[in-house]
């Protein structure tokens, strides 16, 4: 075989399909036919061939140049594709293709469906929210603090980790309550403690504290001197 032949063959390069693209354009509403005549001219539009015709397009094709003008007029109509005029080096005008409204389609639709995932994944975590409540008070919540769970994320802007993490600090401070929580919920947002990270730190340098306080037996008022605001988890 000519080595010059398959250096010529090698030297025609390759188009970069978007995988993106390939795993989802059944999801854009694009048929086979339409999706591989977009390939094609994008492959043409590489090469520096801006607007191919329905012939030249039919013959990369199993399709007839009747079936290409028709997918073409379907793409524009759709908005995947759009005519601009272009002025080359020398002023001189013309139209070509751009597939730039494909590209902005394909985004839109993935950002789409990451906004539907990350509401089902808020969903699911509000219901393991009332779930581990309930499960810690061991009894359904009341109506009043299923309202108070809303408000906590609605109003106040609490995450459900946040939620879950001062649910912990009240166990651990044997004050199972409500009211308890939503002290401890108010001295974090004070103190702008929004990860689970910030919220361990806090309450173990606040229970180190404690511990040191009890056990040289500070006064309660020189207590709160000391640490001001701490009072979340004081009796």
């Given at each position: 075989m000519d080595k010059k032949k398959i250096a010529e063959w090698l030297a025609q390069g390759s188009v970069a399909v978007p995988k993106l693209l390939l795993n989802h354009y059944k999801y854009l509403g694009l048929s086979e036919g339409e999706f591989v005549l977009l390939l094609?001219?994008?492959?043409?539009?590489?090469?520096?061939?801006?607007f191919p015709t329905p012939a030249e397009l039919a013959e990369k094709m199993t399709a007839a140049p009747s079936e290409c003008m028709e997918m073409l007029r379907r793409l524009l109509q759709k908005g995947f594709i759009v005519i601009e005029e272009h002025t080359d080096e020398k002023g001189i005008r013309s139209e070509k293709y751009s597939l730039q409204p494909l590209w902005e389609k394909l985004v839109q639709y993935l950002y789409t469906e990451w906004a539907?995932?990350?509401?089902?994944?808020?969903?699911?975590?509000?219901?393991?929210?009332y779930t581990m409540f309930e499960?810690?008070?061991?009894?359904?919540?009341?109506?009043?603090?299923?309202?108070?769970?809303?408000?906590w994320i609605d109003q106040d802007g609490h995450s459900p980790q946040i939620i879950k993490a001062a649910l912990r600090e009240a166990v651990l401070s044997g004050k199972l309550n409500f009211?308890?929580?939503?002290?401890?919920?108010?001295?974090?947002?004070?103190?702008?403690?929004?990860t689970i990270e910030q919220a361990q730190h806090y309450g173990k340098k606040f229970r180190k504290?404690?511990?040191?306080?009890?056990?040289?037996?500070?006064?309660?008022?020189?207590?709160?001197?000391?640490i001001p605001f701490f009072n979340w988890l004081e009796s």
């Open positions: 094609h001219m994008h492959s043409f539009i590489e090469d520096g061939v801006l539907k995932e990350e509401r089902q994944d808020q969903q699911e975590e509000e219901e393991s929210l499960q810690e008070f061991g009894r359904p919540l009341s109506p009043f603090e299923c309202e108070t769970l809303s408000m009211r308890y929580i939503d002290r401890i919920l108010f001295e974090w947002k004070k103190n702008g403690i929004r504290h404690q511990q040191s306080a009890r056990s040289t037996k500070t006064a309660p008022s020189e207590y709160k001197q000391t």
